[in-house]
Protein backbone atom coordinates (compact mmCIF):
# COMPACT_ATOMS: atom_id res chain seq x y z
CA UNK A 1 0.00 0.00 0.00
CA UNK A 2 1.13 3.50 -1.16
CA UNK A 3 1.33 5.38 2.52
CA UNK A 4 1.29 8.58 0.53
CA UNK A 5 -2.14 8.42 -0.67
CA UNK A 6 -3.26 8.29 2.73
CA UNK A 7 -1.32 11.20 4.06
CA UNK A 8 -1.91 13.12 0.94
CA UNK A 9 -5.83 12.38 1.82
CA UNK A 10 -5.16 13.65 5.10
CA UNK A 11 -3.60 16.78 3.82
CA UNK A 12 -7.18 17.43 1.54
CA UNK A 13 -9.11 16.96 4.82
CA UNK A 14 -7.24 19.35 6.85
CA UNK A 15 -6.95 21.62 4.07
CA UNK A 16 -10.75 21.49 3.60
CA UNK A 17 -11.27 22.19 7.77
CA UNK A 18 -12.45 18.67 8.58
CA UNK A 19 -12.78 18.40 12.47
CA UNK A 20 -9.81 16.09 13.05
CA UNK A 21 -12.10 13.05 14.30
CA UNK A 22 -14.03 12.86 10.67
CA UNK A 23 -9.86 13.24 8.92
CA UNK A 24 -9.19 10.32 11.47
CA UNK A 25 -12.24 8.34 10.53
CA UNK A 26 -12.14 9.06 6.85
CA UNK A 27 -8.23 7.92 7.25
CA UNK A 28 -8.31 4.72 8.95
CA UNK A 29 -10.94 3.48 6.53
CA UNK A 30 -9.39 5.00 3.34
CA UNK A 31 -6.06 2.65 5.21
CA UNK A 32 -8.17 -0.39 5.40
CA UNK A 33 -9.45 -0.10 2.17
CA UNK A 34 -6.10 0.26 0.28
CA UNK A 35 -4.40 -2.74 2.74
CA UNK A 36 -7.29 -5.38 1.54
CA UNK A 37 -6.87 -3.88 -2.04
CA UNK A 38 -3.37 -3.84 -2.23
CA UNK A 39 -2.50 -5.63 -5.30
CA UNK A 40 -4.13 -3.49 -7.57
CA UNK A 41 -3.25 0.48 -8.20
CA UNK A 42 -5.78 1.90 -6.76
CA UNK A 43 -6.20 4.17 -9.64
CA UNK A 44 -7.05 0.82 -11.70
CA UNK A 45 -9.75 -0.65 -9.79
CA UNK A 46 -12.97 -0.63 -11.12
CA UNK A 47 -16.82 0.54 -10.29
CA UNK A 48 -17.05 -3.49 -9.70
CA UNK A 49 -14.41 -4.11 -7.74
CA UNK A 50 -15.44 -1.10 -5.53
CA UNK A 51 -19.09 -2.54 -5.42
CA UNK A 52 -18.06 -5.75 -4.83
CA UNK A 53 -15.62 -4.14 -2.04
CA UNK A 54 -18.85 -2.83 -0.41
CA UNK A 55 -21.05 -6.04 -0.42
CA UNK A 56 -18.34 -8.40 0.92
CA UNK A 57 -17.52 -6.05 3.96
CA UNK A 58 -21.56 -6.28 4.72
CA UNK A 59 -22.05 -9.73 4.05
CA UNK A 60 -18.56 -11.35 4.91
CA UNK A 61 -17.45 -9.01 7.38
CA UNK A 62 -20.40 -8.19 8.71
CA UNK A 63 -19.92 -4.78 9.41
CA UNK A 64 -23.01 -2.15 10.87
CA UNK A 65 -24.60 0.24 8.56
CA UNK A 66 -22.85 3.03 10.13
CA UNK A 67 -19.52 1.69 9.20
CA UNK A 68 -21.26 0.93 5.58
CA UNK A 69 -21.81 4.36 5.17
CA UNK A 70 -18.58 5.50 6.52
CA UNK A 71 -16.51 3.17 3.78
CA UNK A 72 -19.08 4.19 0.92
CA UNK A 73 -18.30 7.90 1.64
CA UNK A 74 -14.32 7.60 1.74
CA UNK A 75 -13.58 5.89 -1.26
CA UNK A 76 -16.16 8.39 -3.30
CA UNK A 77 -14.49 11.30 -1.62
CA UNK A 78 -11.07 9.79 -1.95
CA UNK A 79 -11.67 8.89 -5.96
CA UNK A 80 -13.36 12.01 -6.37
CA UNK A 81 -10.09 14.66 -4.25
CA UNK A 82 -7.21 12.03 -5.63
CA UNK A 83 -7.84 10.76 -9.05
CA UNK A 84 -11.01 13.40 -9.77
CA UNK A 85 -12.69 10.66 -10.98
CA UNK A 86 -16.89 10.13 -9.81
CA UNK A 87 -17.41 6.76 -8.33
CA UNK A 88 -21.42 6.54 -7.78
CA UNK A 89 -22.15 4.15 -4.60
CA UNK A 90 -25.03 5.42 -3.72
CA UNK A 91 -26.98 2.35 -4.64
CA UNK A 92 -25.32 0.40 -2.18
CA UNK A 93 -25.99 2.64 1.24
CA UNK A 94 -28.13 0.68 3.82
CA UNK A 95 -31.96 1.24 3.35
CA UNK A 96 -33.19 4.29 5.64
CA UNK A 97 -34.88 2.17 8.97
CA UNK A 98 -38.24 3.93 10.17
CA UNK A 99 -37.41 7.21 11.93
CA UNK A 100 -38.58 6.71 15.52
CA UNK A 101 -38.72 9.54 17.92
CA UNK A 102 -35.33 9.02 20.45
CA UNK A 103 -35.86 8.50 23.95
CA UNK A 104 -34.63 10.92 26.55
CA UNK A 105 -34.89 11.25 30.52
CA UNK A 106 -37.46 12.77 31.77
CA UNK A 107 -36.07 15.64 34.43
CA UNK A 108 -37.10 13.77 37.16
CA UNK A 109 -35.03 10.98 36.06
CA UNK A 110 -32.32 13.43 35.28
CA UNK A 111 -32.78 14.92 39.08
CA UNK A 112 -32.66 11.53 40.63
CA UNK A 113 -29.41 10.99 38.68
CA UNK A 114 -28.32 13.92 39.88
CA UNK A 115 -29.15 13.95 43.44
CA UNK A 116 -27.82 9.94 44.02
CA UNK A 117 -24.43 11.23 42.80
CA UNK A 118 -22.33 12.24 45.80
CA UNK A 119 -18.77 12.35 43.72
CA UNK A 120 -19.11 16.56 43.33
CA UNK A 121 -16.70 15.99 40.17
CA UNK A 122 -18.96 13.63 38.94
CA UNK A 123 -21.86 15.44 39.92
CA UNK A 124 -20.16 18.46 37.99
CA UNK A 125 -19.38 16.42 34.88
CA UNK A 126 -23.31 15.57 34.49
CA UNK A 127 -25.13 18.47 35.36
CA UNK A 128 -22.36 20.53 33.00
CA UNK A 129 -23.32 18.05 30.25
CA UNK A 130 -26.95 18.64 30.96
CA UNK A 131 -27.53 21.91 31.81
CA UNK A 132 -25.52 22.94 28.37
CA UNK A 133 -26.26 20.36 25.91
CA UNK A 134 -22.62 18.87 25.60
CA UNK A 135 -21.21 16.13 24.18
CA UNK A 136 -18.74 14.45 25.49
CA UNK A 137 -15.99 15.39 23.50
CA UNK A 138 -17.00 19.23 24.13
CA UNK A 139 -16.84 18.32 27.96
CA UNK A 140 -13.54 17.43 27.54
CA UNK A 141 -12.09 20.03 25.58
CA UNK A 142 -13.69 22.86 27.97
CA UNK A 143 -10.47 24.95 29.98
CA UNK A 144 -11.26 27.11 32.61
CA UNK A 145 -10.92 29.91 30.97
CA UNK A 146 -14.14 29.45 28.93
CA UNK A 147 -15.91 29.94 31.86
CA UNK A 148 -16.93 33.98 32.01
CA UNK A 149 -18.33 33.91 35.56
CA UNK A 150 -19.34 37.61 35.52
CA UNK A 151 -21.41 37.14 32.52
CA UNK A 152 -22.58 33.40 33.50
CA UNK A 153 -21.62 32.20 30.00
CA UNK A 154 -19.70 29.00 28.86
CA UNK A 155 -17.48 29.16 25.39
CA UNK A 156 -17.88 25.82 23.38
CA UNK A 157 -15.13 26.25 21.49
CA UNK A 158 -14.52 23.83 17.80
CA UNK A 159 -17.81 22.47 18.39
CA UNK A 160 -19.24 20.33 16.18
CA UNK A 161 -18.36 21.49 12.37
CA UNK A 162 -15.60 23.37 13.83
CA UNK A 163 -18.14 26.97 15.24
CA UNK A 164 -17.57 28.15 18.45
CA UNK A 165 -20.89 28.51 20.29
CA UNK A 166 -21.73 30.62 23.92
CA UNK A 167 -24.48 28.75 26.19
CA UNK A 168 -25.28 30.37 29.30
CA UNK A 169 -25.04 29.24 32.69
CA UNK A 170 -27.45 28.51 35.63
CA UNK A 171 -26.44 30.24 38.50
CA UNK A 172 -26.61 26.94 40.07
CA UNK A 173 -24.28 25.37 37.86
CA UNK A 174 -21.71 27.87 38.69
CA UNK A 175 -21.86 27.56 42.06
CA UNK A 176 -21.52 23.95 41.95
CA UNK A 177 -18.59 24.55 39.80
CA UNK A 178 -16.79 26.68 42.26
CA UNK A 179 -17.52 23.85 44.90
CA UNK A 180 -15.70 21.64 42.78
CA UNK A 181 -13.19 23.98 41.91
CA UNK A 182 -11.96 24.63 45.74
CA UNK A 183 -11.96 20.68 45.94
CA UNK A 184 -9.63 19.65 42.61
CA UNK A 185 -7.99 22.67 41.67
CA UNK A 186 -7.77 22.04 38.07
CA UNK A 187 -5.12 23.69 36.53
CA UNK A 188 -5.79 24.33 32.83
CA UNK A 189 -8.93 22.21 31.35
CA UNK A 190 -12.27 22.40 33.78
CA UNK A 191 -12.38 18.39 34.27
CA UNK A 192 -8.75 16.41 34.33
CA UNK A 193 -7.63 13.27 35.01
CA UNK A 194 -4.89 11.80 37.14
CA UNK A 195 -2.18 14.52 38.26
CA UNK A 196 -4.08 17.28 36.18
CA UNK A 197 -3.87 16.15 32.91
CA UNK A 198 -6.48 16.09 29.82
CA UNK A 199 -8.43 13.18 29.34
CA UNK A 200 -7.63 10.97 27.01
CA UNK A 201 -9.90 11.40 23.83
CA UNK A 202 -10.39 7.50 24.48
CA UNK A 203 -12.50 8.46 26.72
CA UNK A 204 -15.42 9.32 23.95
CA UNK A 205 -15.19 6.23 22.53
CA UNK A 206 -15.84 3.84 26.02
Request: charged residues 30%.
Amino acid sequence: MNKNYVEDFATILRLQRYAKSSIKTYTSHLSYFLKLSAKFQPEDITQKQLEDFVIWLVEKKKVGSSYQKAMISTIVKFYKETFQRTVNLKHLYPQRSENKLPKFLTKKEVKKILDSTSNIKHKAILTTIYSCGLRLGELLELKISDIKTDQNILLIRQSKGNKDRVVMLSSKLVELLREYYKIYNPTKYLFEGPENKKYPSAVCNR
